[in-house]
């Protein structure tokens, strides 16, 4: 059971808008620490998509965002294209914890 | 270029350890510290714990405090990862990932080490 909750899978078509949602609470998204994502394509090691909420690392292109309120984070990919099918985590920091804390990651399917 | 290698794959007997490396190019080494990670088949990622830059000190998940140690030689820019006591439910790809704070996120990951553990 993860800290961060993530639904399993979302899917879209190509051109489409999907969200990817990262649930946590008072001690981890909503104790202000940031949300990152990774994107992570079968076989491979994760890549940070957006980190400290909403800035993307260069090269990640603008058609990715990230937002965050309260204690919810979300991921948008607009224009979706094939290429973007892969797994996608949200990661923060639980004070209670004293961890780094991970989603269980969403599925993304570009149908 | 910024890079993390990991060492080869390994197959372990249950009841042993395991060792593995993580050796850094391309930036300063003691400017970042390292976390690792890891995935079991078809699972999610897994945080194992941290090593924090210039004081080397760690933090790790709890359920992996008596048999995890990490530690790191600056001298070669390599962390280094070893779990003890192994079990078959610890079969997985471990990666280690640099990063400025355990709150921040984590730009640069290795290809990731499959470990087995069957006997």
């Known amino acids: 059971q993860s800290v961060l909750t993530q639904p399993p899978s979302v899917s879209g078509a190509p051109g489409q808008r999907v969200t990817i949602s990262c649930t946590g609470g008072d001690s981890n998204i909503g104790a202000r620490y940031d949300v990152h994502w990774y994107q992570q394509l079968p076989g491979t090691a994760p890549k940070l998509l957006i980190y400290?909420?909403?800035n993307r690392p260069s090269g990640v292109p603008d058609r990715i965002s990230g937002s965050k309120s309260g204690t919810s984070a979300s991921l948008a990919i607009t224009g979706l294209r094939a290429a973007d099918e892969a797994d996608y985590y949200c990661q923060s920091y639980d004070s209670s914890l004293s961890a780094v804390v991970f989603g269980g990651g969403t599925k993304l399917t570009v149908l | 270029q910024v890079q993390l290698i990991q060492s080869g794959a390994e197959v372990k007997k249950p009841g042993t350890s395991v060792k593995v490396s993580c050796k850094a190019s391309?930036?300063?080494?003691?400017?970042?510290?390292i976390i690792w990670v890891r995935q079991a088949p078809g699972q999610g990622l897994e945080w194992l714990g941290w090593?924090?830059?210039?004081?080397?000190?760690?933090n790790f998940e709890q359920k992996f405090q008596d048999r995890i140690t990490m530690t790191k030689d600056t001298s070669t820019s390599t962390a280094y990862m070893e779990l003890g006591s192994l079990r078959s439910d610890d079969t997985a790809v471990y990666y280690c990932?640099?990063?400025?704070?355990?709150?921040?996120?984590?730009?640069?990951w290795g290809q990731g080490t499959m470990v087995t553990v069957s006997s």
């Open positions: 400290g909420n909403n």
């Open positions: 090593i924090a830059p210039y004081s080397g000190s760690t």
């Open positions: 990932a640099r990063g400025i704070s355990p709150t921040h996120g984590f730009d640069m």
């Open positions: 391309g930036y300063t080494f003691s400017s970042y510290g």
